[in-house]
């Protein structure tokens, strides 16, 4: 069973923003309606693999970007490869 969260929010039109936010973290969300508040049901878009992915490559780039290292991250052969930018 996928887990899930609920997130209240005070109008409909945040919570439209805040899927679109969620989203580009790798989070769905879904707007479900609760009297006057607005309430998002929200749970990893991904599964475990690709979520786990993505969590390399966001500390990957944080690691090269703090120490300036001219090196790109590119997903690949279904994991992570680190090299240097296309001429």
């Given at each position: 069973?996928?887990k899930?969260?609920?997130?209240q929010?005070?109008?409909?039109?945040?919570?439209?923003d805040?899927?679109e936010?969620?989203?580009?973290?790798?989070?769905?969300?879904?707007?479900a309606?609760?009297g006057e508040?607005?309430?998002?049901d929200?749970t990893?878009a991904?599964?475990?693999?690709?979520r786990?992915v993505?969590?390399?490559?966001?500390?990957i780039e944080?690691?090269?970007?703090?120490?300036?290292?001219?090196?790109v991250?590119?997903?690949g052969?279904?994991g992570?490869i680190v090299?240097p930018?296309?001429d």
């Open positions: 069973m996928t899930s969260i609920q997130v929010v005070p109008r409909r039109g945040i919570g439209s805040l899927t936010a969620l989203a580009a973290h790798g989070l769905d969300a879904r707007i309606e609760d508040s607005c309430v998002l929200v990893f991904d599964d475990e693999r690709e786990l993505a969590g390399a490559v966001r500390a944080a690691y090269l970007a703090e120490r300036m290292l001219p090196l991250v590119q997903r052969d279904g992570i090299r930018p296309a």
